[in-house]
């Protein structure tokens, strides 16, 4: 499979636990962008990466949430100190870097806090 | 820019038939416009996308059209399948998906009648 490729799938996690979602992208594609999606409504974009650097964060949700993308390959997204309502899906996507390039997503990771 | 869904939450069709879901923006300097299907449980798959600089693009089955003059976007989807079976969203993008990442509207479940 050369798509995107997120792990875990699905996590439940207490409230105020800590929680942590890995991106893989396509390779080649240096760009890496994480979106969150609720029920019934479309993705909702929250950072970017271009290689290693975070060129957009102004959009995370609150200081709680968290990406990196050391190396530039994979990224890793984290929500400190869960709340009910981050039960969402959190999105990875990826694409070339350039303008217009189509953005690929892969199939989510969704999170349930109890 | 904020991306309005101006949609039929719900379009039923017939199997064989056309099917023609709509979508508007609000931002006139919204550059990039893309299609994405969504399944149940899945991320969002890559449709069809078309920049500011054409009012109309084809693929396999699919056709999006853009009028910039009113902010509407269209996909026509020929011959539709049970497979069609799932929720469009439309984006678009000032940045070409990148910086301001792409703003999603609310989508439209399309649903394919036997």
């Known amino acids: 499979d050369t798509g995107v490729s997120q792990d875990p799938r699905h996590k439940i996690t207490k409230r105020g636990q800590n929680v942590t979602f890995r991106c893989d992208p396509i390779?080649?594609?240096?760009?890496l962008y994480w979106y969150r999606q609720t029920l019934g409504q479309g993705p909702e974009f929250l950072t970017y990466?271009?290689?290693?650097?975070?060129?957009?964060k102004s959009r995370l949700l609150s200081d709680r949430f968290s990406a990196e993308r050391p190396k530039g390959s994979f990224s890793t997204l984290e929500i400190q100190r869960t709340e009910q309502g981050d039960s969402a899906m959190y999105l990875c996507?990826?694409?070339?870097?350039?303008?217009?390039?189509?953005?690929?997503f892969g199939e989510g990771s969704w999170l349930t806090v109890v | 820019g904020e991306s309005v869904g101006l949609h039929l939450p719900t379009l039923s069709v017939q199997e064989g038939d056309n099917s023609i879901i709509n979508c508007a923006y609000s931002?006139?300097?919204?550059?990039?416009f893309i299609w994405y299907k969504q399944e149940s449980g899945k991320g969002p798959q890559f449709i069809i996308d078309?920049?500011?600089?054409?009012d109309k693009r084809q693929g396999q089955r699919v056709t999006v059209l853009l009028n910039k003059t009113v902010k509407h976007l269209s996909l026509q989807i020929a011959a539709t399948q049970p497979g069609d079976s799932a929720v469009y969203f439309c984006?678009?993008?000032?940045?070409?998906?990148?910086?301001?990442?792409?703003?999603f509207g609310k989508g439209t479940h399309l649903i394919i009648q036997p």
């Open positions: 931002n006139s300097a919204s550059d990039y």
């Open positions: 078309i920049r500011s600089n054409m």
């Open positions: 996507a990826s694409s070339l870097p350039d303008r217009g390039n189509t953005i690929y």
């Open positions: 990466f271009q290689n290693e650097a975070q060129l957009e």
């Open positions: 390779s080649e594609h240096n760009r």
């Open positions: 984006a678009d993008s000032t940045s070409g998906g990148g910086a301001d990442g792409l703003t």
